[in-house]
């Protein structure tokens, strides 16, 4: 879930540049993930009857990443920081969101995903918060500057986060997907979230809109799930133009 935007998100920097590049590069991360991230890519396109997947801009579409387009763009509700985007699907109450970090040079590699999942429950006064799964240190041949690829972890966990402003008594008990893509030939690290709410607090201002208790799975819908959603946002992840981080050409 946007947490009010909770993360306005770590205040942390993006970088931008106002050079103009084109040089598309494809991440491929279907063979290199871990078991949550590793199907085949056509796996990611499974045959849902009301959803369906579409390339989507992200910072003036220097970036693209593919998700479903039910996932609405939270800037057109309200301000979202210069380094984040952020979608959401109002109707469940999941959401997805992409961040440009200035690279934490002071984290290790191993675990770097975990590090980020810890610091994001910290930062959200989160409560009963676990570790279900998270990989190795993994390479992603197919996202490369200069020759060097990104460096890729991720871990999912769950904990009990609070919406916007309330307090703990209107936690809702929300499983959070991440992914860290570290680019550390233009210091920069990449962060996908994905949030999925498991129990929503009667409390809580999500009830309102999906009402409390246990969340439908999405299937019953006929939805993709979240763990999908997140997979194909970070295997579809395409950086278009370097100049976002202030850098020239791939090699």
């Not at 763009?73 to 992409?98: C, M, Y």
């Not at 409560?127 to 972890?153: D, F």
Request: glycine residues 8%; contains cysteine.
């Amino acid at each position: 879930m946007v947490e009010g935007t909770n993360s306005d998100l770590r205040g942390r920097k993006m970088h931008r540049n106002s050079r103009a590049r084109n040089h598309p590069v494809v991440i491929f991360l279907s063979f290199v993930l871990p078991s949550f991230l590793g199907k085949k890519l056509v796996s990611l396109f499974p045959k849902m009857p009301q959803d369906y997947y579409a390339e989507r801009p992200l910072f003036g579409g220097k970036i693209t990443s593919t998700f479903p387009p039910r996932f609405e763009d939270v800037s057109n509700i309200r301000q979202v920081p210069d380094h984040q985007e952020a979608f959401v699907d109002p109707a469940r109450d999941e959401s997805l969101i992409f961040e440009l970090l200035e690279l934490k040079r002071d984290v290790d590699d191993d675990g770097s995903a975990l590090w980020f999942l810890q610091d994001l429950a910290m930062e959200q006064d989160a409560e009963g918060g676990m570790v279900i799964e998270q990989s190795g240190v993994l390479e992603a041949p197919g996202l490369c500057y200069r020759s060097v690829p990104a460096i890729v972890t991720s871990a999912i966990g769950q904990m009990a986060i609070s919406k916007g402003r309330q307090g703990r008594e209107a936690q809702n008990i929300v499983r959070v997907y991440l992914a860290n893509l570290r680019l550390k030939e233009v210091g920069t690290d990449v962060l996908i979230t994905a949030y999925e709410p498991l129990v929503i607090n009667p409390l809580s201002e999500s009830a309102n809109a999906v009402g409390a208790g246990v969340a439908a799975p999405a299937e019953q819908s006929g939805l993709t799930t979240t763990a999908e959603v997140f997979k194909l946002a970070v295997s579809s992840f395409k950086v278009n133009d370097w100049s976002l981080f202030g850098g020239g050409n791939a090699a």
